[in-house]
């Protein structure tokens, strides 16, 4: 094993450029590893495509009102919370390659249960035990990514999560076309979650890799790994609180605000989660060269003018063009905060990445109610700066995905 100076220089963990080949006692070959990783993060998010493309007809079919719906949209939340807590612990004891597996395939059988309930009761137990089953396999995989970018050497982490967004866009194509065929939700589920069972059982098995050792310092002295973790949380708030204002007011904004056409205002985050996916694509060779810390800053800066320009201009063409630089100045953020957290403290890291999905997806949750209050007391434009704001903020905490020694001895 050796180091890599030149690596070390541009603040990526020691760690993960140091075993170039798989060790001896991993007879899986790492590039197998990142296939087979990359699997469970397409499934994840082919099923929350599949769930939320065909939501409108669960909802007509359960006779719910928007109340309703919420509750069992609060019952995913807060299931999903539990799940990262649950799983955090699972992992950090028995690893993410015992973990990742039955997680996912509970995640299947639970979106063929989104299919049965004819009532509002047991729609919002069924997707309480969906949020909890997304969480389990939340952690699992985001923890077996990191170790899988370890063994690999090099950044990979990026475009391992662009497959999440790969996997979103088949499975909303898929549902669409259901949708269309007039194939009543309940049969699409099932279908989807048979296919999506056979191909987990199909695909090879994730190694026991082992957790990374603590980074060697490349920054100043030693930091403190709970103030890392609250500032990575932070980091992943932000990127998360941005992704949910795209996803529930960009439309809304060019419709509204700029009189767009409805089908023009769809292409909004249409544009933003494309943009995110090329960017994760090629962003594990960008971080590579200019370092994570540099590439966070310039991700975050260029959110935060991208956005706000948009938002300054009155056009729709302005709005599209800032919500599609928007989610390129994004993408970097959450896999550079998930490696950052597997570093910071190896030996609970199942935890750490919990923690900091838990913060993002409270951001996610809560930034859009939030973005309405504002404009309900202000309007929409005014109330769109919070995300600008909060991608300006993640140029200014990118420091913490530097690696730092830290002095942890296993739990």
């Given at each position: 094993?050796?180091?890599?100076?030149?690596?070390?220089?541009?603040?990526?963990?020691?760690?993960?450029?140091?075993?170039?080949?798989?060790?001896?006692?991993?007879?899986?070959?790492?590039?197998?590893?990142?296939?087979?990783?990359?699997?469970?993060?397409?499934?994840?998010?082919?099923?929350?495509?599949?769930?939320?493309?065909?939501?409108?007809?669960?909802?007509?079919?359960?006779?719910?009102?928007?109340?309703?719906?919420?509750?069992?949209?609060?019952?995913?939340?807060?299931?999903?919370?539990?799940?990262?807590?649950?799983?955090?612990?699972?992992?950090?004891?028995?690893?993410?390659?015992?973990?990742?597996?039955?997680?996912?395939?509970?995640?299947?059988?639970?979106?063929?249960?989104?299919?049965?309930?004819?009532?509002?009761?047991?729609?919002?137990?069924?997707?309480?035990?969906?949020?909890?089953?997304?969480?389990?396999?939340?952690?699992?995989?985001?923890?077996?990514?990191?170790?899988?970018?370890?063994?690999?050497?090099?950044?990979?982490?990026?475009?391992?999560?662009?497959?999440?967004?790969?996997?979103?866009?088949?499975?909303?194509?898929?549902?669409?076309?259901?949708?269309?065929?007039g194939i009543p939700s309940g049969r699409m589920f099932l279908g989807t979650a048979a296919v999506l069972a056979a191909?987990?059982?199909?695909?090879?098995?994730?190694?026991?890799?082992?957790?990374?050792?603590?980074?060697?310092?490349?920054?100043?002295?030693?930091?403190?790994?709970?103030?890392?973790?609250?500032?990575?949380?932070?980091?992943?708030?932000?990127?998360?609180?941005?992704?949910?204002?795209?996803?529930?007011?960009?439309?809304?904004?060019?419709?509204?605000?700029?009189?767009?056409?409805?089908?023009?205002?769809?292409?909004?985050?249409?544009?933003?989660?494309?943009?995110?996916?090329?960017?994760?694509?090629?962003?594990?060779?960008?971080?590579?060269?200019?370092?994570?810390?540099?590439?966070?800053?310039?991700?975050?800066?260029?959110?935060?003018?991208?956005?706000?320009?948009?938002?300054?201009?009155?056009?729709?063409?302005?709005?599209?063009?800032?919500?599609?630089?928007?989610?390129?100045?994004?993408?970097?953020?959450?896999?550079?905060?998930?490696?950052?957290?597997?570093?910071?403290?190896?030996?609970?890291?199942?935890?750490?990445?919990?923690?900091?999905?838990?913060?993002?997806?409270?951001?996610?949750?809560?930034?859009?109610?939030?973005?309405?209050?504002?404009?309900?007391?202000?309007?929409?434009?005014?109330?769109?700066?919070?995300?600008?704001?909060?991608?300006?903020?993640?140029?200014?905490?990118?420091?913490?995905?530097?690696?730092?020694?830290?002095?942890?001895?296993?739990?």
């Amino acid at each position: 094993m050796t180091t890599d100076p030149a690596h070390a220089r541009r603040g990526f963990p020691v760690s993960t450029t140091v075993q170039r080949r798989p060790q001896a006692n991993h007879p899986e070959p790492p590039r197998r590893q990142r296939i087979t990783i990359s699997i469970y993060f397409v499934i994840a998010g082919a099923v929350m495509a599949v769930w939320g493309t065909r939501l409108p007809s669960v909802q007509a079919r359960l006779h719910a009102g928007p109340g309703a719906l919420s509750l069992g949209l609060l019952g995913a939340a807060a299931g999903m919370l539990v799940g990262l807590h649950i799983g955090g612990r699972l992992v950090d004891r028995i690893g993410p390659h015992r973990l990742v597996l039955p997680a996912a395939l509970t995640l299947a059988a639970t979106l063929a249960l989104l299919g049965l309930p004819t009532t509002v009761t047991a729609f919002i137990a069924a997707c309480t035990a969906f949020g909890a089953a997304h969480g389990l396999l939340d952690v699992a995989m985001n923890v077996a990514a990191a170790r899988t970018q370890v063994a690999y050497g090099r950044p990979i982490l990026q475009s391992i999560h662009a497959t999440y967004s790969i996997g979103a866009l088949l499975g909303a194509g898929a549902a669409s076309l259901s949708a269309a065929a007039g194939i009543p939700s309940g049969r699409m589920f099932l279908g989807t979650a048979a296919v999506l069972a056979a191909l987990l059982v199909l695909a090879p098995a994730l190694d026991p890799l082992p957790c990374a050792p603590p980074a060697l310092a490349t920054g100043r002295g030693t930091a403190r790994p709970r103030a890392v973790i609250i500032a990575l949380g932070f980091l992943a708030l932000c990127s998360l609180l941005g992704e949910g204002a795209a996803g529930d007011w960009s439309a809304i904004h060019l419709h509204t605000v700029l009189h767009a056409s409805t089908a023009l205002s769809a292409t909004a985050y249409a544009l933003y989660s494309g943009a995110m996916a090329i960017c994760r694509l090629t962003g594990d060779k960008i971080s590579t060269r200019i370092g994570p810390v540099a590439h966070v800053r310039a991700g975050g800066l260029l959110a935060a003018a991208s956005l706000g320009v948009g938002l300054l201009i009155p056009h729709p063409a302005a709005a599209l063009i800032g919500w599609t630089l928007f989610g390129a100045g994004l993408a970097g953020v959450v896999p550079a905060a998930v490696t950052a957290a597997s570093t910071a403290r190896p030996h609970r890291a199942g935890r750490d990445i919990a923690a900091i999905s838990t913060t993002g997806y409270v951001g996610m949750v809560a930034g859009p109610a939030a973005i309405g209050a504002i404009a309900t007391a202000t309007n929409l434009t005014a109330a769109l700066a919070l995300p600008a704001v909060l991608a300006l903020g993640v140029a200014v905490a990118a420091t913490a995905v530097r690696p730092r020694k830290t002095t942890e001895t296993p739990a």
